[in-house]
């Protein structure tokens, strides 16, 4: 018999694995600001975040999809987002909506969604849960072309994630 500590760390985990947020702009094409932007790819990933980029890229590639190319600005919402999930230790979407805005006017960004998770020790652990899970595999092989990543530790070492995929 599970303790109810164990009951309570399985329930989270499976709430906080299986939630994921999406988002289409309204804005026609022609008419997104810097639609044309540069695009910086400086941002330095982990081991850990390398291998998820690969991971995402590789089941796209398996899938007949194109791959996709990170961006700094979508790494840096990102970033912040896992900086304050791990701080709150807590899993969620929290101001999606304000990431996605920041994308629209950085980079001109059309659609954006983004997947969450935590726990997970390993890239290929995190990814396939993704795919197990009908809302967070629908972002992966959704019609994006850019994405970012992060991931952080809590205080207890845990890892957090997130991951946004971006149309331009």
């Known amino acids: 018999m599970l303790t109810s500590t164990k ?4 329930a989270l985990l499976c709430v906080f694995t299986f939630a994921s947020c999406s988002q289409d702009s309204e804005i026609p094409e022609d008419t997104v600001a810097l639609q044309t932007a540069e695009l910086g790819d400086n941002v330095p990933y982990s081991a850990l975040e390398s291998e998820i980029l690969i991971e995402v890229n590789k089941y796209r590639a398996s899938k007949g999809l194109s791959s996709l190319s990170t961006v700094d600005n979508i790494t840096f919402e990102a970033e912040g987002h896992t900086d304050y999930m791990a701080s709150n230790e807590i899993v969620n979407h929290d ?36 795919i197990a899970s009908e809302g967070h595999r629908v972002n992966i092989e959704g019609n994006y072309t850019h994405f970012g990543i992060a991931v952080e530790k809590d205080k207890d070492g845990r890892n957090y994630f997130t991951n946004i995929f971006v149309r331009r």
């Open 7 to 10: 009951q309570l760390c399985i």
């Open 95 to 130: 101001n999606f909506e304000k990431r996605y805005q920041n994308l629209v006017k950085e980079i001109g960004a059309r659609a954006m969604s983004e997947n969450v998770a935590f726990g997970y020790r390993n890239a290929k652990s995190v990814v396939e849960a993704w």
